[in-house]
């Protein structure tokens, strides 16, 4: 069964597959598929679990209450599949994205971004500023579900979108290729005097608690943004923006 459902939050349009077989069938055919809920116990689910992390499917123990939020009264029989609005690719996608546009890499990379209405409209204005791809952690992330599509205006669909284990490997191999990352951090320089026309990755951290310490340490530079009101703090998509367009300017000149 495949159907969409309004879930608890009201946000529409997320395609849910429910049910054991179904599921199978989905991961079977390797359908986009972007987490995997199980409330049951057993070998048949144990399978689909495994399955799914083959596939590099996450997937979430939860219990009965969540899946029955997620599909109201329908029947579920203990697992519900959510297919990824867009298919998910990889650094090394986004480093070619770069290499055939004939500029160097201009990555976004969001640290624990959990609202997918703030990564929806990351990725939409990353898609209009020209970025080449985006980098997201498969934990404590949003994903690419049709919130998200829907906020971006499915630009979802146009930029690609890796979903990496370790943010912090990821960063160490950017920095390999000559990639400068540069972190979004009240205790920052001031955006405006950073070098942002070589290889360069942004790192925008969660709403609530900016990046990770380890996520932190490994940047080469801290960006700030002038605050002059009462109010000390942006929204994580709308301070993305304002750099990422600092970054268009330059790069243009």
Same mark, same amino acid.
């Given at each position: 069964m495949n159907d969409k459902i309004?879930?608890?939050?009201?946000?529409q349009n997320e395609n849910l597959i429910l049910g054991?077989?179904?599921?199978m069938e989905?991961?079977?055919?390797?359908?986009?598929?972007?987490?995997?809920?199980? &409330?049951?116990? *057993? !070998?048949?689910?144990?399978?689909? /679990?495994?399955? +799914?992390?083959?596939?590099?499917?996450?997937?979430?123990?939860?219990?009965?209450?969540?899946?029955?939020?997620?599909c109201g009264s329908a029947a579920h029989q203990g697992v519900?599949?959510?297919?990824?609005?867009?298919?998910?690719?990889?650094?090394?996608?986004?480093?070619?994205?770069?290499?055939e546009k004939g500029?160097?890499?201009?990555?976004?990379?969001?640290?624990?971004?959990?609202?997918?209405?703030?990564l929806g409209a990351i990725i939409r204005t990353a898609e209009a500023a020209g970025?080449?791809?985006?980098?997201?952690?498969?934990?404590?992330?949003? &994903?690419?579900? *049709? !919130?998200?599509h829907?906020?971006? /205006?499915?630009? +979802?669909?146009?930029i690609p979108v890796a979903r990496v284990p370790n943010l912090a490997s990821v960063i160490d191999e950017l920095k390999e290729k000559n990639i400068w990352i540069y972190g979004t951090d009240a205790e920052g320089t001031d955006y405006t005097a950073a070098d942002l026309k070589g290889g360069i990755a942004f790192v925008i951290?969660?709403?609530?608690?900016?990046?990770?310490?380890?996520?932190?340490?490994?940047?080469?530079?801290l960006l700030s943004l002038p605050m002059h009101g009462h109010v000390n703090s942006l929204n994580a998509s709308v301070a993305a923006g304002i750099f990422m367009y600092e970054a268009v300017r330059q790069r243009n000149k």
């Open positions: 309004t879930n608890q939050d009201g946000d054991k077989n179904p599921v989905a991961l079977k055919a390797d359908q986009p598929i972007d987490t995997v809920y199980i &409330s049951g116990a *057993g !070998t048949i689910f144990s399978k689909i /679990a495994s399955m +799914a992390k083959n596939n590099g499917v996450v997937v979430k123990n939860v219990n009965d209450q969540k899946l029955r939020q997620m519900i599949a959510v297919c990824a609005c867009a298919e998910y690719s990889t650094v090394e996608d986004i480093l070619e994205n770069a290499a500029h160097d890499p201009f990555i976004i990379i969001c640290d624990e971004i959990e609202d997918p209405h703030n970025a080449d791809g985006i980098i997201i952690p498969k934990r404590r992330s949003a &994903s690419l579900n *049709g !919130t998200v829907k906020t971006s /205006a499915g630009a +979802a669909s146009w951290g969660s709403e609530g608690f900016g990046m990770g310490k380890l996520i932190k340490d490994k940047c080469d530079f």
